[in-house]
């Protein structure tokens, strides 16, 4: 049998009957908060053999009988249902109004009780985060929300009031007429904020007037708020100028020029440096110590500041003198004779970092001039048409601004011997022959 006609033959024996059992209850004008259920208690003396709860015009329900729980399609889902009591949960405001309970006992004897259940707008938690993190300058919103009309704001600034709103009566502090605005919904708008805003913002919204006695229906909410400069341009340093594999150690810092640092991290072409026996981070990670530093703690190193609101980075690259090491000269071609079209003295060194090249003969230092020319940044002293006058020793020597070495070749140009003896004896045998005719 479905739930309509069950309810209206078990109403018609009902209301046979005679009403003369005497139901009755706590609380028969209950007020919640949306959102909370509606409990509805009752009491009698006697065995029940059917309950039946009704709302507003009389639609059912619910049906209790000999244990048996019934209830209608458009509640069966938020209704919890015992011999006395009848539990509505997720209430809203259209489950305010009238409810009615009938109960019929084993005798035959029935009785109704009535309730009055007010269902009223709940001012919802105030929408925002405890701790709001700003940059300055930027507009901000501390932004609530709430349900129904309320009929008091009441914000405040480290403990001080900003405004007040209520029963038509207004105040509002100096502080807000500049750059504070209250939005139409209780919210609070602050424009071009400096770090002078920084502090405690709270608001309390009342959903009844302070005057009634019925309860005060209210939420607050607290807003701790802070500001950050961002974080200016990063400078990175060096305590050394020159820095070698002679040097104990050497600290790099960084500094940003204006904002407020909360995190500083340290990397090395791309990879995160932390504390270790080579790398101390110190005064708060600002300075980076390199212990015992080598040609391989050569590469850039860049230093991240960051705060809430923004990161910037700056870098530096840093160069560890090794010392230089196997300078050697080679001659090309490696015979030379008188009359050849160039010879080459080509310079070489081992060590990581060079930044000067510098050539001599016999003492006398070697300039691009005339017959002789410096290539490949001088790596390369060049002689054009050499002849005897160019032998002598040449010096190459490899600096750099921590060290420095040298080596060196002894150049001879030969004779062109062969050449010669050989073109004077075809001038000497024509001349021979024509003294011996002319005999």
Known sequence: MGFAILT??????????????????????????????????????????LIIWQYGNGSVMAIWTDGTELFADNYKNRLTIQEKYLSISNSTTKDS????????????????FNFSVVVRERVLEIQNTDTGIYRTGANISLTIRYDGNPSGIFWFYNGNPLVIKIEGFEYVSDRIISRMVLQENGSLLIYNTTKDDAGTYSINVTATTIITTTAILSGSRRFQVKFYDPVGNVTVKQS???????????????????????????????????????????????TLQIMQPNRTFSGNYSCNISNAV??????????????????????????????????NLGCSSSSGYTEMVTWMKDGQSVISKNAYSLLDGNWTLQITRPDRTFNGLYICNVSSAAYWGSGSL??????????????????????????????
């Not at 062109?416 to 073109?423: G, P």
Request: overall charge negative; proline content about 4%.
């Open 8 to 49: 209206a033959t078990l109403l018609l024996i009902q209301y046979g009957n005679a009403a003369n059992l005497i139901i009755t209850s706590p609380n028969a004008s209950p007020t919640v908060l949306t959102g909370d259920p509606i409990n509805l208690n009752i009491s009698y003396n006697s065995t029940p053999r």
């Open 97 to 112: 109004g009238e409810y009615m309970v009938r109960v019929t006992d084993t005798n035959g004897d029935s009785g109704s």
């Open 240 to 286: 050394l100028q020159v820095v070698s594999e002679k040097t104990s150690a050497v600290n790099l810092s960084c500094s940003a020029s204006s904002g407020y640092n909360e995190a500083v991290a340290w990397m090395k072409d791309g990879q995160s440096i932390l504390n270790n026996s080579t790398y101390n981070l110190l005064d708060g990670n600002q």
């Open 310 to 343: 923004s990161l910037n980075s700056g870098s530096l690259q840093l160069r560890v003198y090794d010392p230089v090491v196997n300078v050697t000269v080679i001659q090309s071609p490696q015979k030379v004779n008188e009359g050849a079209a160039f010879v």
């Open 410 to 439: 002894d150049l001879t140009v030969s004779y062109a011997t062969l050449r010669a003896t050989s073109t004077y004896s075809m001038m000497i045998i024509p001349l021979l022959g024509g003294i011996l005719l002319a005999h």
